[in-house]
C-alpha cells in the first residue's frame, strides 16, 4: 500500500519568510497529492492540491510542487502571516483507490511576528 | 451550506462501554470515509463507504463497525470501547462518480477519550 513521509515535523518561521514542507510516497500508481491545513480544534482543510499531469500549482502565495520520477511533492508559502499557524498535512491517492487518502503525519507551522 | 457535521464534539467513555459516532453531510456525496487522528501522527482510515448499504474496512478497522443505509449518513459504532481508541475522529465525503479523484471535505471531528 501507499506509505507518505513527511517532513519536518515543525517548523518555526519569522513573519515575511517563506515556508517550504516535504513529502515522499511510495505507490507510483498515486496520481492525486492534496494538501490539508488544521486549526486548532477544527477539520483539516483543502488549501491545494495537484494531479500527477502537472509539474507545479500555484494559488496566490501558496504552491505545491510534484517530482513524478522521485516521488515527492512539497507545499511551499511565502510571505508568510501568523495566520499561516496551523499543522500542515500532505496525502496521497490514486484514482482506482475510492478516494482514500493516505496521509503524512503533519508538519506544525508557527509563524512568529 | 452545513458540510459534513459530526455529532458529538467530544465525549468520555469508560472502558467497555458503547456508543455511536454520528456523521451527515447535505452535499449528496457518495463516497464517505472515517478517519483517527492520534496525537503527532497523520489520519487513519478506519472504514470507507462507495453509497448506501456498501462500506469497506480501512487500515484501523478493529474494534468498529460501520453502517451506511442513506447516502446522508454514515455512523461509526463502537461496542467495547478500549483506551487505545481515544483519539479524535473525523468523518468525511468526496464528489460522486468516478474518474479523477476530487476535493475530501471533512467535519470538525468528535474528540473521544476512553478511560
Known amino acids: 500500500g501507499e506509505n507518505v513521509e513527511q517532513h519536518p515535523s515543525t517548523l518555526s518561521v519569522q513573519e515575511g519568510d517563506s515556508a517550504v514542507i516535504k513529502c515522499t510516497y511510495s505507490?507510483?500508481?498515486?496520481?492525486?497529492f492534496p494538501w490539508y491545513k488544521q486549526e486548532l480544534g477544527k477539520g483539516p482543510q483543502l488549501i491545494i492540491d495537484?494531479?500527477?499531469?502537472?509539474g507545479e500549482k500555484k494559488d496566490q502565495r501558496i504552491a505545491v510542487t510534484l517530482n513524478k520520477t522521485a516521488k515527492h511533492f512539497s507545499l511551499h508559502i511565502t510571505e508568510t502571516q501568523p495566520e499561516d499557524s496551523a499543522v500542515y498535512f500532505c496525502?496521497?491517492?490514486?484514482?482506482?483507490?475510492?478516494?482514500?487518502?493516505?496521509f503524512g503525519a503533519g508538519t506544525q507551522v508557527v509563524v512568529t511576528p | 451550506n452545513a458540510g459534513v457535521t459530526q455529532t458529538p464534539k467530544f465525549r468520555i467513555l469508560k472502558i467497555g462501554q458503547s456508543m455511536t459516532l454520528q456523521c451527515t453531510q447535505d452535499?449528496?456525496?457518495?463516497?464517505m470515509y472515517w478517519y483517527r487522528q492520534d496525537p503527532g501522527m497523520g489520519l487513519k482510515l478506519i472504514y470507507y463507504?462507495?453509497?448506501?448499504?456498501?462500506?469497506d474496512k480501512g487500515e484501523v478497522p478493529n474494534g468498529y463497525n460501520v453502517s451506511r443505509s442513506t447516502t446522508e449518513d454514515f455512523p461509526l459504532r463502537l461496542e467495547l470501547a478500549a483506551p487505545s481508541q481515544t483519539s479524535v475522529y473525523f468523518c468525511?465525503?468526496?464528489?460522486?462518480?468516478?474518474?479523477?479523484?476530487?476535493?475530501?471535505?471533512f467535519g470538525q471531528g468528535t474528540r473521544l477519550t476512553v478511560v
Open positions: 495537484i494531479r500527477s499531469n502537472v
Open positions: 505507490d507510483s500508481a498515486s496520481n492525486y
Open positions: 463507504s462507495v453509497g448506501a448499504g456498501i462500506t
Open positions: 468525511a465525503s468526496r464528489t460522486p462518480g468516478v474518474g479523477p479523484v476530487t476535493e475530501a471535505f
Open positions: 496525502a496521497a491517492t490514486a484514482t482506482d483507490s475510492w478516494g482514500k487518502l493516505q
Open positions: 452535499m449528496n456525496h457518495n463516497y
